[in-house]
């Protein structure tokens, strides 16, 4: 009987093989030369597996999957770490997050010409190729393997794994583990990228999101939100996974979630007073990607202004869509309701001025179930301050007609600086993917699996309509709460459990289970303030 495995996307073709082939030769022999990992039977595999007799295999690019390029950021990122342990071995070497389409990357102390150095010890050590080696031992050989070498953090992070055994990779007689499938050697990220950034370097990799492949300048709203957050995790005493872990089980939990949100409210009111003692400011805008927080954060925002005496109105750029039938098309030729053309902002501009001119206007209502606007309702103000809230907020299209100066920019998004450990950050979009599983779910009762289905949309939206923009905020708003993915663990775990290779974005499921498997869970939903962002997801 031949060994076949059928390769490719949608046209599948049959592909025979020996008993000692690898995925990687049939990757190579096949021409899927960008390819780092693969899907076989709906799980993502090393190249360095066997083919499975019978499998659909499909091989996956980090130019062509997020799934993809994670495991080439894991791959360059064990690269770059052995780079600065062989040149730097008495310096710290840190990931801290993402940022510019990659991982901003510290050590401590970075001397002039150090980068420069890394890159090229990098450049060495992918052209030599070396593998990978996965190693499956008991959880406390792992610990051991890890306390002599130093990655005490990793080791404390082994505490809460909740299964016996553990997967430990060794590069170069160095240990390290960057928690998911790895390359099979480190050839397979000749395209990494190594550049000075502020006090550190950005590590940057290849990504399906052709959008977010932005240039490394300078952004300064981004280095003030992040070294916030950074300030909060050191008085809140947080830095890693464990530490909120440690803080749980010692029973600190209530007071630390009353510290974090009380960091919010200073956040919160420090932006409402820059607003009200600028004197000029009549509309401001709020926008971020999906599931940042931005309702909350608005109506927030606005309880601030009222407490410094300005009066607020909100208005729902949702009742600016055109009707379903004039909205434009997108590439695969349906409705496009993410881009700037589905709304008509024509109208916005008008009723904006006419408000601001003390005039009134006549305000739409739309009516979702019909696909039009059914209505208008007449508005006038005095002095209010005009509280808008939505993805196209940061783009000048939308409000043309108001002067730069009457205007207020403000991003929001949780853009955590909480590290699983030292190596491996908590990726934004994964905490923004868990809190739209969770809200999709309570408010909406859309299954797990239909907000799979739409997430690389959103987030494709997300790069093509929001990000381009972010950097004319004038203020950045971190929604992220440390806390967050303990209670997130109790709405989500379960449902995320119910996802099989079988299925769809079973991949998916998996890295959020393996993620969340890293913190308790916290039950008392109590504990959290009616007015917190979370429960604009969590209910």
């Not at 993502?44 to 062509?64: G, K």
């Not at 207020?408 to 699983?420: G, V």
């Amino acid at each position: 009987m031949k060994n076949i495995c059928y390769v490719g996307n949608e046209e599948k073709t049959a592909v025979e093989f020996g008993q000692d082939t690898r995925l990687w030769e049939i990757a190579e022999r096949n021409g899927f030369k960008d390819a780092v990992c693969a899907l076989m039977n709906g799980r993502i595999v090393s190249l360095a597996d066997s083919p499975e007799q019978e499998a659909q295999v499909v091989f996956l690019s980090p130019y062509e999957s997020e799934q993809a390029s994670r495991v080439y950021l894991r791959g360059a990122t064990y690269v770059l770490y052995r780079a600065a342990r062989e040149l730097f071995p008495k310096r710290r070497f840190t990931v801290a997050y993402m940022l510019c389409g990659g991982a901003y990357c510290e050590l401590e102390p970075l001397e002039t010409g150090d980068v420069k150095k890394l890159k090229r010890r990098m450049d060495e050590l992918i052209a030599a190729d070396e593998e990978f080696v996965l190693h499956v031992m008991r959880v406390d050989e792992a610990k051991k393997i890890m306390l002599d070498e130093g990655l005490d953090d990793k080791a404390e992070l082994l505490s809460y794994r909740p299964f016996d055994y553990f997967r430990l990779y060794e590069y170069g007689g160095m240990h390290n583990y960057f928690y998911g499938i790895m390359p099979k050697s480190a050839g397979y990220v000749k395209d990494a990228g190594l550049y000075p950034y502020g006090d550190g370097m950005i590590l940057k990799i290849p990504t399906p999101y052709h959008e977010a492949a932005v240039s490394i300048i300078d952004r300064p709203q981004y280095a003030d939100v992040f070294k916030q957050a950074e300030r909060w995790g050191k008085e809140l005493s947080v830095v890693n996974v464990a530490d909120i872990n440690n803080i749980f089980r010692e029973g600190g939990m209530a007071e630390f979630i009353r510290v974090n949100e009380a960091m919010h409210v200073s956040a919160i009111d420090s932006i409402a007073r820059q607003i009200a003692d600028s004197g000029s400011v009549r509309v401001v805008l709020v926008a971020g990607p999906s599931s940042s927080g931005k309702t909350t954060f608005a109506s927030r925002l606005s309880v601030h202004l009222k407490a410094l005496g300005k009066k607020c109105r909100p208005i729902s750029v949702d009742d600016y869509y055109k009707s379903r039938s004039d909205i434009p098309l997108d590439e695969k030729g349906k409705p496009d309701f993410e881009c700037i053309e589905a709304l008509d902002t024509d109208k916005l501009g008008k009723d904006l001025e006419l408000l601001l001119s003390g005039r009134e206007a006549q305000m739409p209502r739309f009516d979702f179930v019909a696909g039009e606007r059914r209505e208008t309702v007449p508005m006038s103000i005095d002095d209010d301050i005009l509280v808008i809230e939505g993805i196209h907020g940061l783009n000048d299209r939308l409000t043309h007609t108001i002067p730069s100066d009457k205007k207020f920019k403000i991003f929001i998004s949780p853009l955590t600086t909480l590290n699983i450990d030292s190596h491996n950050v908590v990726m934004p979009e994964d905490l923004r993917l868990l809190r739209r599983l969770v809200r999709d779910k309570r408010t909406r009762g859309y299954s797990f699996a239909q907000t799979f289905a739409v997430w690389d949309s959103v987030r494709r939206g997300e790069f093509k309509y929001i990000l381009p923009y972010q950097h004319t905020a004038d203020v950045m708003f971190n929604s992220t709460l440390f806390y967050e993915p303990l209670l997130l663990k109790k709405h989500a775990y379960s449902d995320l459990r119910q996802f099989t290779p079988d299925m769809p974005h079973y991949p998916e499921a998996l890295d959020l289970l393996k993620f969340l498997n890293y913190f308790l869970s916290f039950s008392d939903q109590g504990a959290v303030p009616q007015n917190s962002i979370l429960r604009e997801f969590i209910g």
